[in-house]
């Protein structure tokens, strides 16, 4: 597996986003104020490990400015970024040398997920999941992108997290499964509901 290592700034949040997805952040604290407007001046990454229960966890992402949508007076601001990857986090400081925000040292992993499994892969095609713009159709040659699963289906932060974390591909893909089997009943009891509906 090819692992390499970056140190890099850190702004810590109970967010987690995969490849090419977006977030506004909104910036009020003087640490990020610095951070994101030295990413502004530099065109330079950050990342974003995963917090939760106030506790830093051991994988986020990393991230780019996209936009600065507005700021005000007083240097708060209203921003855009986008993940460009994920990584596992082997260290991280509170506060860098002569910065006011915190950095760390990350790892990237291989996150080439992709399954055949015939019980995602029918539940994807019944469904109709949107195609992804990025990574192209969900499906290629009965081959399932795990992630681009994920993306689809809009989990939430926590939910995101935990089945990134996973790291085991069959794992993942029960953890889809699931996910899918659950959607395919909402979508049979509106159907349902709607067909009642249109009775009366």
Same mark, same amino acid.
């Given at each position: 597996m090819d692992r390499s290592t970056k140190y890099m700034a850190m702004f810590p949040l109970q967010t987690f986003l995969l490849p090419d997805e977006d977030l506004p952040l909104r910036i009020f604290e003087p640490r990020y104020k610095q951070l994101i407007n030295e990413c502004h001046e530099t065109n330079e990454t950050f990342g974003i490990p995963y917090v939760h229960n106030n506790e830093v966890k051991s994988y986020g992402s990393e991230v780019e400015l996209v936009e600065i949508i507005s700021k005000n007076s007083v240097g708060e601001m209203v921003i855009v970024v986008k993940g460009i990857a994920n990584f596992h986090l082997l260290n991280f400081k509170e506060k860098l040398p002569n910065k006011l925000y915190g950095g760390g040292e990350v790892e990237y992993v291989d996150d080439k997920f992709t399954t055949t499994n015939p019980e995602l892969v029918v539940l994807v095609k019944k469904l109709k999941l949107e195609i992804d713009?990025?990574?192209?159709? +969900?499906?290629?040659?009965?081959?399932? =992108?795990?992630?681009?699963?994920?993306?689809? @289906?809009? *989990? =939430? !932060?926590?939910?995101?997290?935990? !089945?990134?974390?996973?790291?085991? %591909?069959? %794992?993942?893909?029960?953890?889809? @499964? /699931?996910? *899918?089997? !659950? +959607?395919?009943?909402?979508?049979?009891?509106? %159907? %349902? +509901? /709607?067909?009642? !509906?249109?009775? =009366?």
């Open positions: 713009p990025v990574m192209g159709s +969900l499906i290629t040659n009965n081959s399932v =992108n795990l992630f681009s699963v994920a993306k689809a @289906i809009q *989990l =939430n !932060f926590d939910d995101k997290f935990s !089945f990134y974390s996973l790291r085991d %591909k069959n %794992k993942m893909v029960n953890y889809l @499964i /699931k996910r *899918l089997q !659950f +959607l395919e009943q909402i979508q049979i009891q509106e %159907k %349902k +509901l /709607k067909n009642d !509906f249109s009775l =009366n």
